[in-house]
């Protein structure tokens, strides 16, 4: 597995890194804890030294198998955790105070059953915590030795500054893909000037990008697609055009759609490192191979015309999450 480094911060990761919500949170049920950690354990094999995990993906169980599946490697890979909601439960709102940052600090350290988080994240933005507050208390817990390094996520461009100004930020975690494309416009720019690294989660567009989803498709209720209205059969129906353009691509690399959607992302920057996530070793197989796909420049630009001419439908969340994006 190649490795890259989140921007000028020295971080070190496996190209392809290993989300791990799906595992116990957003996409059905939990799987099996003894297979979860078969499963994050396969990862490391194979390369994978980049494993996200969050108190709110449990709340709380995420942290746990992630952190006794990697005890045996700890020193060897590198762990992103989160803060930002009350008692770890997102429908339960937004909290970056500077106490609640440090109780999950100490409640991560704990479940993670380790002495320092690599790389700690505020989940989302919260309007009622200065940017600077949030910075100030991350930065404490770094010189306290708690944390390595600060990450935002879903933060937009004025937040971004103003954290970066108080405490280095090493990166930004938010959603980018073919099906996603919003961060091109300031995002990565913002990102290249200030030397702070990119982790788009959803790298496969939640699913859609790999083209095993159709409008038939009927998610269960406790999978938060169920709600999406991006992933409501005429919506579905109407992308359709943008899974047959990466599945053209696959065609002609003898890749799969998941393996090009995660080149093309790997080469808009060298410091972007995706993390797909999944429950199925072979799948999981299949995503670590998108490192080995080599998109050329002619590939480039023509995905890039393609992509121009297709305009995606439908919200990436719902009316209800809305709120939670406060950017």
């Not at 009622?128 to 708690?146: H, N, R, Y």
Request: proline share 6%; glycine share 10%; net charge negative.
């Amino acid at each position: 597995m190649q490795k890259r480094i989140l921007g000028r911060s020295g971080l070190e990761v496996s190209a392809i890194g290993l989300g791990c919500m799906g595992l116990s949170f957003g996409y059905g049920p939990a799987i099996d804890r003894s297979k979860a950690i078969k499963l994050i354990r396969a990862a490391y094999e194979r390369g994978v030294t980049f494993f996200d995990t969050a108190e709110a993906y449990g709340p709380g169980v995420n942290e746990e198998v992630v952190g006794e599946a990697l005890e045996p490697v700890r020193d060897q890979i590198v762990i992103a955790t989160k803060f930002g909601f009350t008692n770890g439960v997102p429908a339960e709102g937004l909290d970056s105070r500077p106490e609640r940052i440090r109780q999950v600090a100490d409640e991560a350290l704990r479940r993670l059953g380790t002495d320092r988080i690599d790389l700690f994240y505020q989940h989302r933005v919260d309007p009622d915590v200065p940017m600077e507050d949030v910075a100030g208390t991350v930065k404490e817990l770094i010189q306290a030795g708690k944390v390595a390094h600060f990450g935002l996520s879903e933060a937009g461009p004025e937040s971004i500054r103003r954290t970066h100004a108080v405490q280095p930020v090493t990166a930004l975690q938010s959603e980018y893909s073919m099906f996603w494309r919003e961060p091109e416009a300031e995002i990565l720019p913002l990102l290249e000037e200030l030397g702070i690294g990119f982790v788009p989660f959803a790298p496969l567009g939640k699913g859609f990008l790999t083209g095993k989803l159709d409008p038939k498709t009927v998610f269960t209720k406790d999978d938060f697609r169920s709600t999406v209205p991006r992933f409501q059969a005429d919506a579905m129906a109407a992308n359709q055009a943008l899974v047959d353009l990466v599945g053209t691509v696959a065609a002609e690399k003898g890749a799969t759609p998941a393996q090009v959607a995660l080149a093309w992302l790997l080469a808009q920057r060298p410091w972007i490192v995706p993390i797909p996530g999944t429950t199925k070793l072979h799948r999981l197989e299949e995503n670590l191979g998108g490192a080995d796909v080599v998109l050329t420049s002619e590939d480039l630009t023509r995905i890039q015309q393609a992509l121009g001419t297709i305009e995606v439908q439908g919200d990436r969340y719902p009316a209800s999450h809305q709120r939670l994006i406060n950017r």
